[in-house]
């Protein structure tokens, strides 16, 4: 979730019932290097508690270390090390999910930064996946791994870092994860709505559910699930006009928080969170065509007004006669 789970979406996942955060993963190495640079992925305000910051790297004294370093800036609630991205570029540096086929850096990297968190009174968690491929399920092996070295809560994420993001997460894997360890295990994968999270908490003995991707489409996926395990009844759907009036006021918070400079930046690198909001809107196609060109907020309040007047109208395609003029 780098680039996403910045700290304006943080805030807006938190209002719409997200229980606890994690930051953007961030290189232990760049945190010892260029902690200038760096210091702006450990950024939370205190309505995002409990929220922790997220470590990646190979070397368990150096991401100790960094821990460390990041205690002397914030105080965030626990430090999660990130067992489990499975980009190339990351990988390649034997980080994330590459750790995986090699369970003795794993587990000097969870013992380093677990021993540095001695005596600060923060946890540390761990974020993995089933295993690097199909012929190497390992992640029962790992939880075990992780919980002797004092790690005191494990996210899986269902599927292998061969699979990335295709094929279907193995929620049995996750299961037996869960039965396997004394300590929390929290289940991730597939889970696009409420009803998805409310088969898995039934039918597994995980202790909770981390949502990623399908919050960047649907961060009411929150609200929602909430909404269903309090018994809630019928919840109801979002409407168009809230689902606009939330993409304009991210882009305004993007904007404000000066995270990227100039109003010009800080769109362009909304495009890619606007691109994914607009998912299964009426005229989504030409939508998208505007959206991925987008370089004020003025241009995203234009096409939010163009693209609510066609869900009202209950428009499925574009029509020609209503090109979008620009503000400046």
């Not at 049995?172 to 898995?200: F, H, M, T, W």
């Not at 995270?259 to 909304?270: I, N």
């Amino acid at each position: 979730m780098a680039g996403v789970t910045d700290v304006v979406f943080r805030q807006l996942c938190k209002e719409l019932g997200a229980d606890v955060m994690v930051t953007e993963f961030i290189s232990a190495e760049g945190i010892m290097q260029r902690d200038e640079y760096t210091r702006k992925y450990t950024e939370f305000t205190d309505e995002q508690r409990p929220v922790g910051i997220q470590l990646f790297g190979a070397d368990g004294a150096r991401m100790g270390e960094a821990a460390r370093k990041i205690l002397d800036w914030k105080q965030p609630d626990f430090i999660d090390i990130n067992f489990g991205c499975p980009v190339n570029k990351v990988v390649s540096k034997n980080g994330g999910s590459s750790l995986l086929k090699d369970c003795p850096i794993l587990a000097s990297v969870a013992s380093g930064v677990v021993q540095a968190m001695v005596g600060t009174g923060v946890p540390v968690t761990a974020k993995i996946r089933i295993g690097w491929d199909q012929q190497n399920i390992n992640a029962v092996e790992v939880c075990h791994i992780l919980e002797d070295c004092g790690i005191q809560a494990i996210a899986v994420h269902g599927r292998t870092r061969a699979q990335g993001y295709s094929g279907f997460a193995d929620w049995e894997v996750i299961d037996a994860c869960a039965r396997s360890v004394k300590i929390p295990v929290i289940g991730n994968g597939d889970l696009q709505r409420a009803d998805d999270v409310i088969k898995r908490r039934n039918e597994c003995a995980i202790s909770g559910v981390m949502i990623g991707r399908a919050a960047m489409q649907h961060p009411w996926i929150f609200r929602e699930t909430k909404a269903q395990l309090r018994g809630d009844g019928e919840i109801p759907e979002v409407t168009p006009e809230e689902r606009w009036a939330l993409i304009v006021r991210h882009c305004r918070l993007a904007v404000q928080s000066q995270r990227y400079g100039h109003e010009r930046h800080a769109m362009m690198a909304m495009r890619g969170r606007l691109l994914a909001y607009c998912k299964g809107f009426a005229g989504a196609k030409e939508l998208r065509q505007l959206l991925a060109k987008v370089e004020s907020v003025g241009h995203v309040e234009d096409i939010a007004a163009m693209g609510l007047a066609r869900e009202l109208a209950g428009e499925e395609e574009p029509t020609a006669s209503e090109p979008i003029t620009y503000l400046s």
